[in-house]
Structure formats: C-alpha cells, structure tokens
C-alpha cells in the first residue's frame, strides 16, 4: 500500500499546480461591442431599436422619452473597469423618466437580441438625484456584476451600486456585467425621476461561452497528461 505514495504525491501536485495557475490568472479588460441606437418612440411603454457589432440586432420595449444626446459616458473610468475595456461612444442613448401611471403596476421594461449574447453590459447614467434614489430591478437569476462606476461628466455623482438583482443610484453611474448567455433581458425601473439613461452592449471575444477553459489552462492541463506516462514508470520501477 505505501508503493502508491510516489504515485499519489505527484498527481496531487499535479492538480494542486493546475488549480493555482488556473486561480491567479489574472482578469483582463477587453473591447466592448456598444449598441448603436437608430431610432426610438417616446411612450409609457415605448419602443427603440438599434444594432450590435456582429450582425446583431436590439430593440427595446419599455418606458422611455425617446433618444438622447446628452450622456458623453465619461469620464472613461466611470463607464469602463473589471472585464469592461471602455466606455460607450457619444451618441443617442436611451432616455428614462421610469415610474408607472398611477394604480398600475410597474411596467416590464425588455431588452431583446437578435441571437443570444454572452455576459451581456450594460451603462447606466443619472441613475436617481441625491433627494430621489431610483433602480433597475432585473427580473434575472443570473449574477449582477459591478465592474465599475463613479461621476458623471455632466452632473458628478457616485457610483451605483448592486444589490441582489437589482442596481441602485442616488445620481449614480457606472456599468454591470450580466453572467449568462442570454437573447433577453427584463426589468422594472419602478421610481419617477428625470431623468436617466442607459445602453447596452458585449464583448465579441466570449465566443464560445466564457465558461470554457482559456487556452494557457487547456495547455497545462496536457502538460500533465503528457507527464502522467513518467510517473507510471516511476512507480513500476518503485514495485519492482
């Protein structure tokens, strides 16, 4: 029984050197695919539409004022950070007042892709004001990621926060990541305030999902196989 030291020993070192490579590698930041808006219509639900890099198209269906040029989306590490390379381009975005007509229930506000998209982003700008904190409640049970946030170019701020699924703001900014692979996302803007904004886009690197191994782990990973015919030999040398 003690000839399967040798043997054990060194596939638990193996495994245990797979595990902290795997474990330390770091993050890093890739460019994001921002939508481009085109067109939109103003209502209590209202509509917008617009494309994403690769072919993709968005709409989105929901409580809105129409487009707006205001947000500049800087400055950069405000809208930027984590897995999140940089902000958003200077172009119309969506406007929201959020809220509900009164007795109603709050509107469900969707965001639909054209073909399903890995760990979605999302910007979000002048979420609330210091006197009325507003929110994103996302109808989701993937894992909400703040990757980033801070002021605003045009009205300073803080960042916005997540809690659970939804993302809070009292003139909040920043930007969420949303894990999953997902052609649709939901939400809720339940509180009246004028007025914020948001757009959405991704990273075209996560294809296929993000949860296949990266290639440097997948290279370790047959390094030990490759290693495992010297070990057998040194435990057959140990039995004889």
């Given at each position: 029984?003690?000839?399967?030291?040798?043997?054990?020993?060194?596939?638990?070192?193996?495994?245990?050197?797979?595990?902290?490579?795997?474990?330390?590698?770091?993050?890093?930041?890739?460019?994001?695919?921002?939508?481009?808006?085109?067109t939109?219509?103003?209502?209590n639900?209202?509509?917008?539409?617009?494309?994403?890099?690769?072919?993709?198209?968005?709409?989105?269906?929901?409580?809105?004022?129409?487009?707006?040029?205001?947000?500049?989306?800087?400055?950069?590490?405000?809208?930027?950070?984590?897995?999140?390379?940089?902000?958003?381009p200077?172009?119309?975005?969506?406007?929201?007042?959020?809220?509900?007509?009164?007795?109603?229930?709050?509107?469900?506000?969707?965001?639909t892709f054209?073909?399903?998209?890995?760990?979605?982003?999302?910007?979000?700008?002048?979420?609330?004001?210091?006197?009325?904190?507003?929110?994103?409640?996302?109808?989701?049970?993937?894992?909400?990621?703040?990757?980033?946030?801070?002021?605003?170019?045009?009205?300073?701020?803080?960042?916005?926060?997540?809690?659970?699924?939804?993302?809070?703001?009292?003139?909040?900014?920043?930007?969420?990541?949303?894990?999953?692979?997902l052609?649709?996302?939901?939400f809720?803007?339940?509180?009246?305030?004028?007025?914020?904004?948001?757009t959405?886009?991704?990273d075209q690197?996560?294809?296929?999902?993000?949860?296949?191994?990266?290639?440097?782990?997948?290279?370790?990973?047959?390094?030990?196989?490759?290693?495992?015919?010297?070990?057998?030999?040194?435990?057959?040398?140990?039995?004889?």
């Amino acid at each position: 029984m003690q000839l399967k030291g040798p043997l054990v020993t060194s596939l638990s070192a193996l495994v245990f050197a797979v595990c902290a490579f795997s474990a330390t590698t770091p993050a890093h930041a890739d460019t994001i695919a921002w939508a481009t808006w085109t067109t939109a219509t103003a209502g209590n639900p209202g509509s917008a539409s617009g494309t994403l890099a690769g072919g993709i198209t968005v709409t989105y269906s929901g409580q809105t004022s129409g487009l707006t040029n205001v947000p500049s989306w800087t400055p950069a590490s405000t809208f930027s950070g984590g897995d999140i390379g940089n902000n958003p381009p200077h172009t119309p975005t969506i406007q929201l007042q959020g809220g509900t007509p009164a007795g109603a229930p709050p509107i469900t506000e969707t965001i639909t892709f054209s073909s399903a998209i890995v760990d979605p982003v999302f910007a979000i700008w002048s979420l609330g004001s210091p006197s009325i904190p507003a929110s994103f409640n996302f109808i989701t049970k993937d894992d909400i990621i703040l990757e980033g946030g801070g002021p605003s170019l045009e009205f300073g701020g803080s960042s916005i926060s997540v809690s659970g699924s939804n993302v809070l703001g009292t003139e909040g900014n920043g930007v969420i990541r949303i894990d999953g692979s997902l052609s649709s996302i939901s939400f809720t803007t339940p509180t009246f305030e004028n007025y914020y904004a948001f757009t959405v886009g991704y990273d075209q690197t996560l294809t296929p999902p993000s949860e296949v191994p990266e290639p440097a782990t997948l290279s370790l990973f047959g390094l030990g196989l490759a290693a495992l015919p010297f070990v057998r030999r040194s435990f057959s040398r140990l039995r004889s």
